[in-house]
């Protein structure tokens, strides 16, 4: 038989831009931020070595590169960027007008702290502060996730018309390395369809895209009734809302041609848990061993961890949980002035639901501050003791850390 993948030892970063090179993307676009800038050197390498067939253009910020990435997939052309934390935050007048030109582009984000004060190191504020941008948002766990959904994201994104932010945590994956199968370049090509782009350069048939357009639906030159500002908002939500079927379906095809399946959220011992920890990224994974420990003294845990973050899934999550009577939520962020995002949209979903769990929040990691198992797992006990109600704070999260 043909080898449909080789195993090789890589970084998050390496897996990152193997992805895209795979994907066959033809417009790279990056400006160097700590820890992303392995991402695009290396896809720079594969350009300069005749390995992707691919323009490189170097600019001078991160706004640029997603400008340039945007006016690209404008053209017609498969487009990838890379960046973390304040480059993420130098793109966001950008994020917004690559999602609402509805462009299937695909983004990597490093995973890296915001300042003042200056951090280079771990925590998931960049890319959950831009949350609200429109585009779909994917959370690895290891390395192996990152190369898998890069390439799935660009099914989802030419699928959908949204662009896809695959999110894996910096230094923590992006700098460490692990075995990863690679998958073979034709395998690969059977699972991307042909880019069939929704908008295209034509010189015969020019246009315009994103005029002006004001509240209420007005007949264009031509006598053609054309939507509103609040239709284009309307449609892109009803996009991101039914992009969850197309998220799943390239994650069960993904499965049927190289062996790992993909969806909304994956569980860890859930079948009797009743004490349920809920992360996203490599912190879930922290999760497990701590889940473990809680076992041998006796818990019943089990572990959820978050894959997709936009669109929130709902009703997957108040599945997973119609079980459980605790739930524990750690953040990796803190949406200032309430708690975790994470716990924020947990609290959401279950919200009439049914599910009737105390639910506590910490938030743990910023800055790269060391997330250890047994942190996690004296938390969760903290969280079940009978004066936690007197102990813990009902009303905003709890801090893991040594202040």
């Known amino acids: 038989m043909d080898k449909i993948e080789t195993i090789q030892i890589i970084d998050g970063n ?15 676009a990056a400006y160097p931020i700590t820890p992303q800038t392995p991402v695009t050197e290396a896809l ?15 600019v001078e910020s991160e706004h640029s590169a997603l400008a340039v990435c945007t006016s690209a997939s404008i053209v017609g052309a498969k487009a990838f960027t890379a960046t973390s934390s304040h480059g993420l935050a130098y793109m966001h007048e950008m994020l917004h007008w690559a999602a609402g030109t509805r462009l299937p582009l695909v983004l990597a984000c490093v995973n890296r702290a915001i300042g003042a004060p200056w951090n280079v190191q771990n925590d998931q504020q960049d890319s959950i502060s831009q949350r609200d941008t429109g ?5 690895a766990r290891n390395n192996q996730e990152i190369l898998d959904s890069v390439i799935q994201a660009y099914r989802i994104a030419e699928k959908v018309y949204i662009p896809v932010m695959v999110c894996y945590d910096g230094y923590i994956l992006s700098h460490t390395e692990m075995p990863v199968s690679v998958p073979t370049q034709k395998e690969v090509d059977k699972f991307l369809p042909k880019y069939k782009p929704h908008t295209l350069l034509d010189p015969q048939n020019p246009k315009n895209y994103n005029l002006v357009t004001l509240a209420n639906p007005r007949l264009n030159a031509e006598n053609v009734l054309c939507h509103g500002y609040m239709e284009i908002r309307f449609l892109l939500q ?11 379906e390239a994650g069960r095809e993904f499965g049927k041609l190289f062996g790992r399946s993909y969806g909304l959220l994956w569980k860890d011992r859930m079948d009797d848990a009743d004490i349920v920890i809920v992360a996203m990224g490599s912190l879930a994974l922290e999760a497990i061993v701590a889940s473990d420990m809680l076992r041998e003294e006796g818990y019943r845990t089990g572990v959820v961890g978050l894959r997709v973050f936009r669109p929130f899934p709902k009703g997957d999550v108040v599945a997973a949980l119609r079980g459980a009577r605790n739930i524990i939520v750690f953040d990796k962020n803190i949406s200032y002035g309430l ?20 639910i506590r929040n910490f938030i743990v990691g910023l800055g790269g501050r060391n997330v ?11 969280s079940l003791s009978p004066s936690a109600d007197k102990t813990l704070n009902r009303e905003y999260p709890e801090w893991i850390c040594y202040i």
């Open 238 to 248: 009803e996009a991101l809302q039914n992009s969850r079927e197309t998220i799943i």
């Open 372 to 382: 250890a198992a047994r942190e996690l797992a004296d938390a969760v006990k903290k």
């Open 44 to 58: 720079s390498e594969f350009v300069e070595r005749g390995e992707l067939d691919a323009q490189y253009v170097a």
């Open 14 to 28: 390496q897996a990152a831009a193997l992805g895209a090179k795979l994907s066959r993307v033809q417009v790279i």
């Open 135 to 139: 585009w779909i948002q994917i959370y």
């Open 339 to 358: 708690e975790g995002a994470t716990c924020s949209e947990i609290k959401s979903a279950l919200y009439g639901s049914g599910v009737n769990a105390a």
